[in-house]
């Protein structure tokens, strides 16, 4: 596609209920991200994938929290028993290469319009 | 692990008027720092870029500054615009490890007209 898309746009979580948030990435990119973002913060790295592979998962909150790309394209973020300091805008991002990509254009990340969730 | 700081966190500037805004950083192997632009709503946008290997980078009127020395970066805005109002994020990262990025807190541009 043009861009990178997410759905849904907006979400409204009751506390104790599992999301799943969905990123469709640029056509053909390699690298898929995740990034939470807080009210009036920066976005934070939550996890990365290479294709199908989750290479990185670091971010991640705690274990409530799940992603994944089996076909390594859509990826899907699961949230399982939401809390309210779920609360955030959930960012999906996407570059053309992977972690041997080097230094090039290639690795430049293009981010979503991000899925807003409210736990209330 | 990067730790990345971002001044001013909010910034005011008559149309017209220049704009700066500054990074720190603290992993020496990071070696790419992009900036990007965030409007109410909306995801970030790659406004400019610059990798380690040069000091300095301009695209109309949009330049960044590295100082790999002293672990610093800065945005340059100039002939500001109302519509460059938003927020501006830095960030820092290793392109070889699939580019995971460390933002700043962000710094909130406002342009008057």
């Known amino acids: 596609g043009a861009g990178v898309s997410q759905s849904p746009r907006y979400k409204v979580a009751k506390r104790g209920q599992d999301v799943a948030l969905r990123c469709d990435p640029i056509?053909?990119?390699?690298?898929l991200f995740w990034y939470q973002q807080a009210l009036g913060q920066g976005p934070e790295f939550l996890t990365y994938?290479?294709?199908?592979?989750?290479?990185?998962k670091s971010g991640l909150p705690s274990d409530r929290f799940f992603a994944e790309r089996p076909e390594g394209s859509v990826s899907t973020l699961k949230i399982q028993r939401t809390q309210q300091e779920d609360s955030a805008v959930y960012l999906c991002?996407?570059?053309?290469?992977?972690?041997?990509?080097?230094?090039?254009?290639?690795?430049?990340?293009?981010f979503g319009e991000g899925s807003w969730l409210t736990v209330v | 692990g990067e730790n990345v700081e971002q001044h001013p966190s909010t910034l005011s500037v008559q149309e017209g008027d220049s704009a700066v805004i500054k990074c720190t950083y603290s992993?020496?192997?990071?070696?790419?720092f992009p900036w990007y632009k965030q409007e109410l709503g909306k995801g970030p946008q790659l406004i400019i870029d610059?990798?380690?290997?040069?000091g300095e980078k301009k695209d109309q009127r949009i330049a960044v500054t590295l100082n790999k020395t002293a672990k610093h970066f800065s945005l340059h805005i100039t002939e500001t615009q109302p519509e460059d109002s938003a927020v501006y994020f830095c960030?820092?990262?290793?392109?070889?490890?699939?580019?995971?990025?460390?933002f700043g807190a962000g710094t909130i541009l406002r342009v008057k007209s």
């Open positions: 991002a996407s570059s053309q290469r992977g972690r041997q990509g080097g230094s090039s254009p290639g690795n430049t990340i293009y």
């Open positions: 056509s053909g990119h390699v690298s």
């Open positions: 994938f290479q294709n199908e592979a989750q290479l990185d």
């Open positions: 992993d020496s192997a990071s070696n790419y």
């Open positions: 610059i990798r380690s290997n040069v």
């Open positions: 960030a820092a990262g290793v392109m070889e490890y699939g580019n995971k990025l460390v």
